[in-house]
């Protein structure tokens, strides 16, 4: 078989929660040695996020796929975790600025220890400024960066989502960083620091906010469901209760869907030519879309729809997402054989590559299941791992 694309890549990852333990997990899934770091006496508190079963996170089964879980407590270890560095070609850490440094492992000394490392340094509100030292999660970068200022209904407040969204995009533009350090390292020979702050990337997904304020002084407020750039754009209740999502950011796709649920005429106003102008109208579009879905089932408005060549998706739960079949056509979620919990489900690796796809070859193991062999593979002896562990460094 041909080698997997970051065969031989070797990453290790001193993170917690989620940004960079899942950006780690992003490069495992194709094929970088991924090798996990966990305090010896508190473990990565994502091990108890999320539903469990039989005492076992059921979350950390994805996010720790594909890596050999070891135990250091790096404040007291700081000799094995320069071995190990030295052995290593990323290091991906979320410690607030300051701690590595104070433990005498700051970026500094990890460059001399092993020049070609790729050091992505993922926290908060990055290594510099005022914020930089105060504690953060994803929810306070979902706060800040303004999605949750124009998240909700108009007349309700700022919301903020469910689950760690700001942590899940900072994770891939952390794994991109990784994969754009490394093939400068290829050029240079010189590894780099890379600074993620995760108020920024999510920042970045929501668009042109910025200039437009700048150029213009517009402040995009709370609208639901709706867009100001388009209509109709909302989810509709269909009559056996279920909901369905619209969307017609394309001119074309606005005219089949007005055509469809039978009010052509609108189409013919001037203010439908633009989606802009469109969304100044959507009282009287979503009356016309709701009303028409709200008159068939789920399955009829699909069937619809397609045949109109209209863009429209179902409102799945969890248990929709297990039974569509677009995502089974895609393989979006495989079953992963798990000593722990036997067959265990979890979503597939990011995207499809034809000639070097990415596996998921094992699910997250148990706090420091390879501490041994980890330590092992740097020189530690059998001796020196028992005396490491009766002090607790391990």
Known sequence: ????????????????????????????????????????????????????????????????????????????????????????????????????ERWGLGPDVLLEANPRLVIARVTAFGQVGPWSRRPGFGSLAEAMSGFAAVTG????????????????????????????????????????????????????????????????????PRLGNRSSNNAPRNVYRTLDGRWVAV?????SIAERVLTLVGRADLVEQPWFATGRERAQHADELDDAVGSWIAARSLELVMEEFEKAEA?????????????????????TIVSVDDDELGPVQMQNVLFRLSESPGAIKWA?????????????????????????RAAGVV
């Open 1 to 100: 078989m041909r080698p997997a694309p970051l065969d031989g890549v070797k990453v290790l990852e001193a993170a917690t929660l989620f940004a960079g333990p899942l950006a780690a997990t992003f490069l495992g899934d194709f094929g970088a040695d991924v090798t996990k770091i966990e305090h010896p006496a508190r473990p990565d508190a994502a091990r108890t996020h999320g539903a469990s079963k039989d005492g076992v996170g059921l979350w950390f089964k994805t996010l720790g796929r594909n890596k050999r879980l070891a135990t250091l407590d790096l404040s007291r270890g700081r000799d094995v975790f320069l071995s190990l560095v030295q052995q290593n070609d990323v290091l991906v850490e979320n410690f607030r600025p300051g701690t590595l």
């Open 153 to 220: 209904e108009p007349d309700g407040p700022p919301t903020l989502p469910p689950f760690g969204l700001a942590d899940g995009i900072t994770a891939l533009a952390t794994a991109y960083a990784v994969l754009v350090a490394l093939r400068e390292r290829d050029r240079s020979g010189a590894g780099q620091v890379i600074d993620m702050a995760i108020i920024e990337p999510i920042l970045m997904m929501l668009g042109g906010g910025i200039t437009a304020y700048q150029q213009t002084g517009y402040v995009q």
């Open 247 to 251: 969307s017609t950011s394309s001119q």
């Open 311 to 331: 863009a429209v998706g179902p409102v799945h739960d969890i248990r929709g997402i297990m039974t569509d079949p677009q995502y089974a056509a895609l393989e």
């Open 364 to 388: 997250g193991r148990p706090h420091g299941a390879n501490t041994d062999e980890v330590l092992a593979e740097i020189g530690v002896t059998p001796d020196q791992l028992a005396a490491l």
